[in-house]
């Protein structure tokens, strides 16, 4: 009798183990992908800026914004000036040092 309380607690101890792990990975999938969108706006943020630098955003794409998550979307940036949005941008302007 006492083998077989034995066995029971290890595999109850086993799926309460597998539970908690399962758990875990659920949280970290889905950390992972709120991760993954929020970088996906930031790369096509980066792209847009990186077309208006190159002149390859045409004026009537820049006055609509999308930020969707859906990679085939076109994303475009709000209504401004492409000189206004490089001079606000810290990571762009270039300050020379004396």
Known sequence: ??????????FAGIFVMFFY???GLEKFQELTRDEHA?????IRALEA?????????????SSRV???DDPRAPLVLAPKDP????SDDPLI???PQR
């Not at 929020?38 to 930031?42: A, K």
């Not at 800026?49 to 794409?61: C, E, F, K, N, V």
């Not at 000189?83 to 490089?86: E, H, K």
């Open 49 to 61: 800026r990186l077309d208006i630098l190159t002149g390859a955003a045409s004026p009537q794409a």
């Open 38 to 42: 929020q970088l996906r706006v930031q």
């Open 83 to 86: 000189l206004d949005a490089i």
């Open 93 to 95: 302007r270039f300050e």
């Open 21 to 23: 792990l399962m758990r």
């Open 1 to 10: 009798m006492g083998y077989m309380v034995f066995a029971f607690l290890c």
């Open 66 to 68: 999308s930020l969707s």
